[in-house]
């Protein structure tokens, strides 16, 4: 017997657009360079218990810079002044049909000093340095690798 799916796709002009920031923490030197990955909990809304990036939706008003240091603070601890945004990636694409969204990720990579210490909130429930090879062996969001990849690419942010 031919079983069908019941499911049929919703048309992208249906989805929900959703900007959302994914920051890439990092720590160490070219070939020690360490990422912060964070396994989502059962609280967030979506995704539960994958590897990502410190993340959220951007507020309305807020530009995704602004929203990234703020992610940054709620989900780490960590103030503006203990990092240190080095590039601003391209905005990276994922329809998601079971959760109606048509998501836009805006990417950024962020240096963070050795010796700072992260306390994640209810947002996580365990986090990981990494190199950013083995993040293939993780279970992670959508795009999640293509995210760190347009972060890597992107422009480079001046000091401020």
Request: aromatic share 8%; with cysteine.
């Amino acid at each position: 017997m031919n079983v069908q799916s019941s499911k049929k796709a919703v048309p992208r002009s249906v989805l929900r657009p959703t900007h959302v920031v994914t920051c890439f923490l990092q720590k160490g030197e070219e070939e020690h360079t360490r990422l912060l990955l964070v396994r989502r909990s059962q609280q967030v809304g979506s995704y539960h218990g994958r590897w990502a990036g410190i993340s959220g939706f951007v507020e309305v008003g807020i530009s995704p810079e602004q929203q990234a240091y703020t992610e940054i603070r709620e989900e780490t601890g960590l103030a503006r002044e203990q990092v240190h945004m080095l590039r601003r990636g391209g905005i990276v694409e994922h329809v998601d049909q079971d959760l109606g969204r048509h998501f836009y990720v805006h990417p950024f990579l962020f240096a963070v000093n050795e010796d700072e210490s992260i306390t994640t909130d209810w947002e996580a429930t365990d986090m990981r340095w990494v190199d950013p090879d083995t993040m293939r062996n993780f279970e992670t969001v959508p795009k999640l690798r293509e995210a760190y990849e347009a972060a890597l690419r992107g422009e480079e942010v001046q000091a401020e």
